[in-house]
């Protein structure tokens, strides 16, 4: 599929020829006026897409710096499908013509007088054959006054009578005379063939059709390269009707969600009765909002939590810097990542804080999917890391949205997951409009599974800033704690805060005085961590340690920076029991702070392969507080140890330019 898009999926309205009355009318013939007839309910029942080049997009629709009139190439088995490429250029701009080169054949004639109500006028001419004159110098004469005059044309390359995919010169000496550029498109929609010499697709009521845009070619343009153009956008529009049709595994997969609705929404008070959910809110996840779209280009990032949410601040900042015209709506699953978005928005500029708007998503069930994309029209969606959800990847590759995955990660359990399931996520992967994966092992399991295209820009994690801190709240911390050893575990899972605890219990016999702050992956769980370890302190009832205290529950949101910064060593969460997979490092290397995880990094191995060497890697408590106390005794270790890794990872906020580029061709000009 093409990188660009324009256009939405559209149900094209039933259509009425207009009156017959001037001289350029179709004839009331009873052949024409059945053909006008069926083909108003073939296209009027009929859903289509335009997608394809923007520059192309651009030139149909005349903006911006595009020049007036272009020359629009299809292969003539596509003639009758042009009315729905018109009709879809044509909204909201009365102010755009086209023409139409056609045979003065019979069969010309009569495919004239049937696309006519559409506002669509022929000039009528063949090339001279056999010495007879069938008015081809006239309407060579007549295309070049329409482009001159800011008319566009459309014509058939390789018409009135073939051979089937073979260009004729008369569109090359077209251009030439005229300097215009060409337009190829292709086209495929639900349709039967009629026995003619290329086979003319006639559409078929209530079917589906697909229009790509190809690149647009200059006036000098060779007959092979329109040739390989044409082809290229007649498959990517055949591609596209073949992927956009529903499969068995989505109509299962719509099934489930439609069975299990009840029991998400029972699922949603829970979560909202735990303080996973917010009041008020709670709609959203069913796609339904109070919130308006704002006007002009709107971009989605759905990221799911807090890591992909700040892997993907740096990269929106750089597209509203890039685009002024650019809304960025984001949504998250998590009410961390929410607090996220929130505290970015306001620490940003004032022009850059009204673009980026903040939805949760909904979940991944069909009448909640087709709620959110109703009311939010995005132009493009990016997904973030891993949120690969198929019935919204298959709703908005259906509306002609384009879709694609950043940061993009597999790891080796989803990666044998989804082979596993390959006949749920075949069409889904071949669906993406690209994939930039994080790493060469992740977009080689991507391209394994369909996606069509794949780029290696490296992980946004590297490239992320450090986590903020409030500098006075820091400040007072270090005062009250009194140059204490500190021992940090951050982002816990369940099952881990005991070995940490264990681990702790060791490395102070050795540092009597050690702090240990435990900061759990969710927040929820400070309560219970807390009572464990015999009601330590916990940062949510803003209680601090005092000096005979020995654990600190770190049990608040967006504070990750402070904590990284008190630590004289860290140990990072989700890694000491399978499955695991670990959390970023990159944040605590970004801070200088020395580092440990448990063996289990699978979702994070491209940065624990980079870092290797700088970050130990423990099995268990007595490994863990072997570490601890050797780098609690050597200063000098912990500062070259961290220095190393510093000078493997990229210097913060330099977003990967080709991803900048590659994002912004989604988008409409």
């Keep these: ?63 911006g710096s595009a020049p007036p009139g272009a020359i629009v190439a299809f292969w003539h088995r596509a003639l009758l499908q042009l009315p729905a490429l018109w009709l879809l250029t044509l909204r909201g701009r009365n102010h755009l013509r086209l023409r139409v080169l056609i045979s003065r054949n019979r069969d010309g004639r009569l495919i004239n007088d049937t696309v006519a109500p559409w506002g669509i006028i022929g000039i009528a001419g063949s090339a001279n054959r056999k010495g007879k004159d069938k008015g081809g110098a006239h309407a060579f004469r007549e295309a070049i006054s329409a482009l001159r005059a800011g008319s566009h044309l459309a014509i058939t390359p390789d018409g009135p009578r073939g051979p089937v995919g073979v260009i004729q010169p008369g569109v090359l000496r077209l251009a030439r005379v005229t300097g215009r550029t060409i337009v190829p498109v292709g086209a495929a929609c639900d349709a039967f063939h009629l026995p003619s010499w290329d086979r003319l697709a006639v559409p078929l009521p209530f079917g589906r059709g697909e229009l790509v845009l190809g690149a647009p070619l200059d006036a000098e343009t060779t007959s092979e390269a329109l040739a390989k153009a044409l082809n290229d956008a007649a498959r990517a529009a055949e591609r596209r009707l073949s992927l956009v049709r529903a499969t068995t595994a989505d109509r299962l997969w719509a099934a489930l969600g439609n069975i299990l609705r009840p029991l998400v929404i029972v699922m949603l008070r829970i979560r909202l009765a735990r303080g996973r959910e917010i009041r008020g809110r709670l709609r959203e996840r069913m796609g339904l909002s109070r919130a308006k779209r704002p006007a002009g280009t709107l971009l989605w990032f759905h990221a799911a939590s807090v890591g992909e949410c700040r892997s ?42 009204t673009r980026i708007l903040h939805q949760f998503t909904p979940y991944d069930i069909p009448r909640w999917n087709r709620r959110f994309l109703a009311q939010w029209r995005p132009d493009a969606a990016l997904l973030v890391e891993s949120e690969l959800w198929p019935g919204m990847i298959a709703a908005c590759f259906r509306r002609g949205i384009p879709i694609a995955v950043i940061n993009a990660r597999l790891s080796d359990r989803s990666w044998r997951q989804w082979r596993r399931f390959r006949l749920l996520g075949g069409t889904m992967f071949a669906r993406l409009d690209f994939v930039a994966a994080r790493s060469a092992e992740d977009a080689r399991r991507f391209q394994a599974l369909g996606v069509p295209t794949c780029h290696t820009f490296g992980d946004l994690k590297q490239s992320a800033p450090p986590p903020p801190v409030d500098k006075g709240v820091l400040a007072g911390l270090k005062r009250q704690l009194g140059g204490r050893p500190v021992f940090l575990a951050a982002a816990t899972h369940p099952g881990e805060d005991e070995i940490i605890a264990d681990a702790a219990g060791r490395m102070r016999r050795s540092y009597p005085d050690l702090l240990c702050i435990i900061v759990p992956r969710h927040p929820v769980r400070g309560t219970d961590i807390a009572a464990r370890l015999g009601h330590a302190p916990r940062r949510a009832l803003a209680q601090a340690p005092t000096a005979t205290d020995s654990f600190w529950i770190a049990d608040t949101l967006g504070e990750l920076g402070l904590f990284y910064r008190l630590a004289t060593v860290a140990w990072i969460g989700n890694s000491l029991a399978a499955p695991g997979g670990g959390h970023n490092p990159f944040e605590a290397v970004r801070l200088h702070t020395p580092l440990a995880s448990g063996p289990y990094v699978d979702n994070f191995k491209p940065a624990f392969a980079r870092l290797e060497g700088c970050i130990a890697i423990v099995k268990d408590s007595s490994t863990l507080a072997d570490w601890g106390c050797a780098l609690l005794a050597d200063p000098a270790r912990r500062e070259r140890l961290t220095a190393e890794a510093a000078t493997r990872i990229d210097t913060p906020d330099t977003v990967p330019a080709p991803l900048l580029t590659r994002i912004v061709a989604m988008l409409p000009q």
Aim: aromatic content about 2%.
């Design 1 to 63: 599929m093409l990188p660009a898009h324009h256009g939405s999926r559209s149900t094209l309205p039933a259509l009425k020829p207009p009156p017959t009355s001037d001289a350029r009318s179709p004839r009331k013939s009873a052949l024409s006026r059945i053909g006008r007839a069926y083909l108003s309910l073939a296209l009027g029942t009929s859903r289509w897409n335009i997608t394809g080049n923007r520059r192309a997009a651009a030139l149909l629709h005349q903006t």
């Design 312 to 353: 993907a601040l740096p990269l929106i900042d750089a597209l509203l810097d890039q685009k002024p015209d650019l809304n960025v709506l984001v949504t998250t699953a998590t009410v961390t990542g929410a607090q996220i978005v929130e505290a970015h928005r306001l620490s940003s500029s004032a022009s850059s804080a």
